[in-house]
């Protein structure tokens, strides 16, 4: 009994690590975003305080498969990664004067109120009561909340199918808010991958967040879970910075729609999870 599961955390561990290292050599880095060489900005400004910084702070997932996830280099890696990249490279920062901080769930806003970070992109839901404490840019993505099983459960179908069930999510985030309103018995924890093992062992039948999450934590344990059902929530991407610092809010809007014209973002996409995923047309920016 006891080899036997320390054979399957091996083998969870070995496919994690698989999936990280393909993650890097199918260049989950993506395309080198541009650098600007000289930009220039409004004196006072946000943008301008980073550029003549030459460094930036950015809030991450660090455990996010596709879309924030550390690897072997130690840096993370995703499309929430390379929409930070693309950002900081208009303000004539290099990737390598970006530094990654892990931002879960439940820090994003405190982290950003505090100037812990310069700004946050971690799959990071726009929503008023988020906008009462930080500001957003965006969205640039559109996901939806769903249900992850084990491969072989047959008994969840949709949301329905939760009402009175033990679920794992994370604490702060906006599925946890939801799964209550549905009424789950919701166990909270701090990642999305802690969720896992209380999934394997029968603690909770579910695991429900972001669709795209779910994928990713799909695609890492190949064979063990799988997503069920159709997205029943509107989870629009965001990018937050500090309350009312509406000058950078919308140069990151303008930045974005430049993505969207060029090329970069769908190349960011296509690197990262667009590996696993299908690209979609970005939602409008919303200039709020
Ligand atoms: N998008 C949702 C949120 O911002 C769930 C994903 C997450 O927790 O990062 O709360």
């Known amino acids: 009994m006891k080899r036997s599961r320390i054979a399957l955390v091996a083998a969870a561990a070995a496919s994690a690590l698989l999936f990280a290292g393909c993650a890097g050599d199918g260049g989950g880095g993506g395309a080198e975003p541009t650098v600007e060489e000289t930009p220039e900005f409004e004196e006072g400004t946000t943008m301008a305080a980073l550029a003549e910084a030459g460094e930036i702070t950015i809030g991450t997932k660090f455990d996010q498969p596709l879309f924030g996830l550390v690897g072997p280099s130690g840096d993370p890696e995703g499309f929430d990664v390379e929409i930070g990249k693309i950002i900081a490279g208009k303000l004539g920062i290099a990737e390598d004067k970006i530094e990654w901080t892990e931002t ?60 009175g069930q033990p679920v794992c999510s994370v604490t702060g985030s906006t599925p946890a808010a939801n799964l209550k309103e549905l009424g789950a018995e919701v166990l909270e924890t701090d990642t999305y991958s802690n969720c896992l093992e209380p999934l ?74 667009g590996t696993i995923l299908p690209f979609v047309e970005p939602p409008a920016v919303d200039r709020y």
Request: proline share 3%; no cysteine; charged share 25%.
């Open 104 to 163: 879960v769930s439940a820090n994003r806003e405190p982290f950003i109120e505090n100037g812990q970070v310069d700004l946050v992109v971690a799959t990071y839901t726009i929503n008023d009561e988020r906008k009462q404490v930080v500001s957003f840019a965006g969205p640039y993505y559109m996901a939806g909340q769903s249900i992850l099983v084990l491969a072989d459960n047959e008994d969840i179908a949709s949301e329905d199918d939760l009402v």
């Open 200 to 273: 394997r062992n029968g603690q909770v039948v579910a695991v429900s967040t972001d669709n795209v999450i779910l994928a990713g934590l799909a695609a890492q344990n190949e064979g063990e879970f799988k997503v069920v059902g159709e997205p029943f929530t509107e989870e629009p991407y965001g990018i937050g910075v500090k309350l009312d610092d509406t000058d950078f809010r919308m140069w990151i809007n303008d930045v974005l729609e430049e993505s969207y014209e060029d090329g970069t973002y769908e190349e960011a996409w296509n690197t990262t999870a």
